[in-house]
């Protein structure tokens, strides 16, 4: 259980700010849920509201449990909402040998892409975790077929480690080894 002491960690960077998830983002999240262009690259695909809303409820309880969770990323410039980065503890995937992982995950809207932000989101959540939560590593699991989310991934750091058989959609997963 997170200890109600310790404040959940803001993340800005040049251009985002990272925070935690809140209950009155649920709408905001059930939109970009629902959003096909924001959810064709993603592994679960389109999900309808009551799907999103149970989504963002886990988040808040990954808070809660853990201390640590899915950031809401925002436009500095007007604080929009451009879409989530953060990491999560994730079980197993069916067909992973790698076992259970703490995982980076990050998704943004059509209007935040190819601006650099993913990157610059994912990085942000990556330096908290080695430097302020300690971690060791942390994976991201992604769709075989997202090659920006692979290029993402490797800039980060990240290392190809395994690839799903016989899964729809194929995914791939990536790892970054802290030293």
């Not at 970009?32 to 389109?46: E, L």
Request: hydrophobic share 40%.
């Amino acid at each position: 259980m997170r200890n109600p002491r310790r404040p959940m960690t803001i993340l800005r960077t040049e251009r985002l700010i990272l925070r935690p998830v809140r209950t009155e983002d649920m709408p905001s999240f059930v939109a970009f849920y629902a959003d096909p262009q924001v959810m064709s690259v993603r592994k679960y695909g389109v999900l309808d509201r009551e799907t999103a809303q149970a989504h963002v409820q886990v988040m808040l309880e990954h808070w809660e449990n853990h201390g640590y969770g899915m950031w809401v990323v925002t436009d500095i410039a007007d604080g929009s909402f451009a879409g989530e980065c953060g990491i999560r503890w994730q079980e197993d995937s069916p067909g992973d040998p790698d076992g259970p992982d703490i995982e980076l995950s990050y998704g943004l809207s059509p209007l935040f892409r190819q601006r650099g932000l993913a990157t610059e989101a994912a990085r942000a959540v990556i330096d908290h975790a080695r430097v302020g939560l300690k971690l060791g590593r942390i994976a991201a699991v992604a769709r075989a077929d997202n090659s920006i989310s692979h290029r993402i991934l490797e800039k980060l750091g990240m290392t190809l480690i395994w690839r799903s058989e016989g899964r729809e959609p194929p995914l791939v997963k990536y790892a970054l080894e802290f030293r």
